[in-house]
């Protein structure tokens, strides 16, 4: 039977979530069991790991449910909960410090440049040492993320026998070098849509520091002082969307100004899956723990 989950109109089961733990910064990929015992295959064709990166090594660490790592390089630690097979990740940071002192601040980590008070040091983040970008790990992790996300897309025809609900799905454009609306999508369910839109008082001023927090540790440094734009809103008539740091940058749906009477999907702009779908991923993991919390 073809079975195709509609999110927007239906409440459906779950056949995967998101989890964030903040004392060990571990964000997890939850996939219901029910789900993943029907379709172990997909994740194991050799298809997948070619289309996305020419010269890797096909091992069989994409062996959903079976060994302790996942992913390339093994990036994504695997372990079984409760009802899931789940995936997770320390929540990774670019900044490597190397040993020469930090050229804009002199080593000391201190610096005026960007403040008058003497504050930390912005390009060193106050180590005084030089710093350096390595992406590698995020890479590994964000192409892991990509196959997964196309392997949960609502499009497989199987279903989960799970009693909660199916909050958001996440669909992105791993190779995308633009920054337009396919970038990142979010499709917002009706359970989680109508929560979001009932939470009026909900801390968002919280979550939007939260997402600071985990784009800083991403990137190792502070975002320039006139772009903090990290929000988590409630817009208009009670719409999740993100801002973001960059020009307009952020999640919104096209269609916000009615009353929310349903799921939506959420589209970015000005953002790249490279630089920004793990604070985002981490942010919505974060939203996600909420509403569970409450029952949704
Ligand atoms: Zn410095």
């Known amino acids: 039977?073809?079975?195709?989950?509609?999110?927007?109109?239906?409440?459906?089961?779950?056949?995967?979530?998101?989890?964030?733990?903040?004392?060990?910064?571990?964000?997890?990929?939850?996939?219901?069991?029910?789900?993943?015992s029907q379709d172990g295959e997909a994740l194991q064709t050799p298809y997948f790991l070619k289309q996305y990166r020419e010269n890797y090594s096909i091992t069989d660490c994409f062996r959903?449910?079976?060994?302790?790592?996942?992913?390339?390089?093994?990036c994504l630690k695997q372990f079984q909960e409760n009802d899931f097979n789940c995936l997770a990740f320390v929540f990774?940071?670019?900044?490597?410090?190397?040993?020469?002192?930090?050229?804009?601040?002199?080593?000391?980590?201190?610096?005026?440049?960007?403040?008058?008070?003497?504050?930390?040091?912005?390009?060193?983040?106050?180590?005084?040492k030089k710093m350096?970008?390595?992406?590698?790990?995020?890479?590994?992790?964000?192409?892991?993320?990509?196959?997964?996300?196309?392997?949960?897309?609502p499009s497989i025809e199987i279903k989960s026998s799970s009693s909660q609900n199916q909050l958001f799905t996440l669909d992105f454009n791993r190779e995308s070098k633009s920054v337009n609306e396919g970038a990142i999508k979010v499709t917002i369910s009706q359970a989680f849509a109508w929560w979001w839109a009932k939470n009026k008082n909900l801390n968002r001023q919280e979550l939007s520091e939260r997402l600071r927090d985990l784009w800083v540790y991403l990137h190792g440094r502070l975002p320039s002082e006139n772009d903090e734009r990290f929000e988590v809103e409630y817009l208009n008539q009670g719409y999740f969307a993100i801002k973001y740091p960059g020009d307009r940058a952020g999640l919104c749906a096209n269609n916000n100004s009615g009353e929310v009477t349903g799921g939506y999907d959420i589209y970015c702009k000005n953002i790249s899956p490279k630089h920004d779908l793990l604070p985002i991923l981490g942010i919505m993991a974060v939203v996600h723990d909420l509403a569970r919390a409450e029952r949704i």
Not at 123 to 128: A, E, K, L, S, V
Not at 132 to 153: G, M, P, R
Request: with cysteine; net charge negative.
């Open 64 to 74: 959903l449910g079976q060994g302790d790592f996942f992913g390339f390089n093994g």
């Open 132 to 153: 350096v970008e390595n992406w590698q790990h995020v890479d590994d992790i964000t192409d892991s993320l990509f196959i997964i996300a196309h392997y949960l897309l």
């Open 92 to 128: 990774p940071t670019v900044a490597t410090n190397e040993f020469s002192a930090c050229r804009s601040c002199q080593g000391s980590g201190k610096n005026t440049r960007y403040s008058k008070e003497d504050k930390d040091c912005r390009p060193c983040h106050g180590t005084g």
């Open 1 to 36: 039977m073809h079975y195709f989950p509609h999110i927007i109109s239906d409440d459906e089961p779950c056949w995967h979530e998101f989890s964030y733990r903040a004392d060990s910064k571990e964000l997890i990929i939850k996939i219901h069991k029910s789900f993943s």
